[in-house]
């Protein structure tokens, strides 16, 4: 049964939480947040269309498969550790790189952040393959 | 050189993700799990050649310093494990190539195979207690889905048991190190060991037992193991012999690394209630293993009695019997898995696991009855094999010891072993075949003779070079016993 209303409205939340997800994979690194919930609410937003468009239709929108998104988040989160590695020191030693911002004063790029961008592809992509499953069954 | 201890992590981890990516592909994932464990392998022996040539290898992850963070140790026995697990994963991952069903290829086995690795890799090198617990997990979940994957009838009720049993296991495990770290407020294994080291209380002593209770479940040590002999006989061959080179040993590493390190305070109670266990889990292996009639049930109880073997060196805790205890785990390993790949060759070659259905075999594959003697009879104990001198060397420390009644007991179960072998060898290979023998079903590929015959030849090799190895094994017992530079390596003087 399809509601008019749920397209609607999907059509208008699932970009929010879209972006508020990324907002708080940002944030997470002082903050409550980071890749585990961002990646959590990114599914939301996939979730939300199963229910108001169908799981085909939520295929589509997400493009590739959610296996691959498992791997390239593990692939993301392995390859974090790596410059510690190549810089001598031990094994997902956090680095940083102060990248100056054009407005006020400067960033800290790090590989936590790295890290954390690969659990939120992980996350996305295990619970996407979840209900994605789930809702086909 | 910090990248050598975390390698025989890293690789099957960054196999695994690639198989992910590939997971359309079965071919190419055939060719990456292959490669894979090679890596994997090499980076073992690369991982055992640093710390047999300059002692405890320490990274602390994340430059997080201990106890704060989590610290990866290889000592000599961590390292050693690893090097087997490289071997097996190796051989298991050729045998795989050439027997898994497209089916199973499909749905991500070589995927689980090297999540498997990692898992096992990690629990060996890891120096904090929850992190091992961590571990435990990752190599669990793999597990259950290689047990499961397939879903044969009998395979789904071989898992069933498997997981319920091991689940039981962790909750135990993880409420002990909950306990551990509430008490001490330490879950770095060094630092336990220092927090512990004088003060035998009464807490101390109950999550001592609790830990034998979960490592004995997961090493399947009397009274724990009947889950074992109930699951393992389920899965493709190539799972089995993995499940059977590996997990159980997993159980055995952890409690010697525990009983070592930490729990040293009563060895009157601890390790005497560990040598009790030890004999009764020798005796109702073999005494299970008498009374089957399939080969892979047969061989199955075999792990448990010899698991017996593995933990009386360290009910016995003197520095000869442990390293008689290292060098019987890493002999056993290699010969378990052999034996079990064999089974999988019989049944290639003749259609069944079934002793009375079998026969004739030595008449038709005179080699397959020569390579099935050899790591039978090492099972045995028989001379020059090496298993003949795992078991001598924890006889001359029973004997020492003094505890004469559990060599009496070893060398009993040794016979019947022997006796149940050699019930194999007369039904599978020596009896004249049924008469209405089905036409041999299928030629077995190059792939399935390769790694049998590499762990036969690498038996024979360690009962040539005994010295070498037992050396080897000797050091590491001497680390285990001696824990002082363990605990300077991990915590760097801050004691």
């Known amino acids: 049964m399809r509601s008019l209303i749920l397209v609607t409205a999907s059509r208008y939340l699932a970009p929010l939480l879209l972006a508020a997800s990324v907002w708080i994979l940002l944030r997470g690194h002082n903050e409550p947040g980071g890749g585990f919930a961002g990646g959590l609410l990114a599914s939301a937003a996939f979730a939300l269309k199963v229910v108001s468009n169908g799981v085909a239709a939520a295929r589509r929108a997400l493009r590739v498969d959610p296996h691959w998104l498992l791997g390239a988040g593990l692939l993301t989160a392995l390859t974090s550790g790596l410059p510690a590695l190549l810089a001598g020191r031990p094994f997902l030693t956090a680095g940083w790189i102060a990248v100056p911002l054009p407005a006020a004063g400067s960033w800290d790029a790090g590989t936590v952040l790295w890290f954390d961008a690969g659990v939120y592809l992980v996350v996305l992509g295990a619970v996407l393959l979840i209900v994605f499953t789930l809702a086909e069954e | 050189m910090t990248v050598r201890v975390v390698l025989p992590i890293l690789i099957p981890l960054a196999v695994a993700t690639a198989c992910l990516l590939a997971w359309r592909w079965r071919r190419l994932q055939r060719v990456l799990a292959l490669t894979g464990a090679g890596g994997h392998l090499a980076a073992s022996l690369w991982l055992l050649e640093e710390v047999s040539a300059r002692g405890i290898q320490v990274v602390q992850v994340g430059n997080w310093p201990a106890p704060f963070g989590i610290t990866l140790v290889a000592d000599l026995l961590a390292a050693m494990m690893v090097a087997v697990t490289g071997l097996i994963g190796a051989a298991v991952a050729v045998y795989s190539a050439a027997t898994v069903d497209p089916r199973r290829e ?63 296991s962790s909750a135990l495990f993880l409420a002990a190190v909950g306990l551990l770290y509430g008490s001490t407020g330490a879950l770095n294994m060094a630092h336990l060991a220092v927090h512990l080291r004088d003060t035998p209380s009464g807490l101390s002593t109950v999550l001592a037992m609790l830990l034998l209770a979960a490592f004995g479940i997961k090493a399947a040590v009397f009274p724990l193991f009947f889950w074992l002999p109930a699951s393992y006989h389920t899965p493709p061959t190539a799972v089995a012999a993995l499940f059977a080179g590996l997990l159980t040993k997993v159980g055995v590493y952890a409690l010697i690394r525990v009983f070592t390190l930490i729990f040293v305070q009563q060895p009157a109670l601890t390790h005497q209630l560990i040598l009790v266990l030890a004999g009764l889990t020798m005796v109702t292996g073999v005494l299970g293993a008498v009374a089957q009639d399939d080969f892979r049930r047969i061989l199955s109880f075999h792990i448990i009695s010899q698991i017996g073997y593995m933990i009386m060196g360290l009910g016995l805790f003197t520095p000869l019997a442990v390293a008689a205890s290292v060098f019987y785990v890493v002999h056993h390993m290699i010969v378990k898995t052999n034996l079990f790949l064999i089974s999988g060759l019989v049944h290639r070659l003749s259609g069944s696991y079934d002793l009375k259905s079998l026969g004739g075999l030595y008449s038709a594959r005179p080699l397959l009855g020569v390579l099935f003697l050899v790591p039978a009879l090492s099972l045995a104990g028989l001379p020059p094999l090496s298993g003949f001198f795992a078991k001598l060397f ?40 049924p008469a209405n023998a089905p036409e041999s079903t299928a030629p077995a590929p190059l792939g399935m003779w390769l790694p049998a015959v590499l762990l036969a030849l690498i038996t024979l090799a360690i009962g040539a070079a005994v010295g070498p190895v037992f050396e080897l094994a000797a050091r590491a017992a001497e680390q285990l016993m001696f824990p002082d530079t363990y605990i300077q390596a991990v915590l760097g003087g801050k004691t």
Do not use: C, P
């Open chain 2, 394 to 433: 924890l006889v001359k420390a029973g004997l020492a010891g003094g505890s004469g009644w559990i060599v009496a007991v070893a060398l009993v179960v040794s016979l019947l072993t022997l006796l149940s072998m050699m019930k194999i060898w007369g039904e599978v290979f020596w009896k004249s075949g």
């Open chain 2, 106 to 168: 499909a749905f991500g086995y070589y995927l689980l195979l090297h999540i498997l690795l990692a898992g096992v890799s990690g629990s060996f090198l890891t120096g904090d207690l929850f992190n091992l617990y961590v571990w435990f997990e990752v190599m669990l979940i793999a597990s259950f889905v290689l047990m499961a994957l397939g879903g044969e009838r009998g395979q789904i009720e071989g898992a069933f048991k498997y997981v319920t049993i091991n689940l039981l």
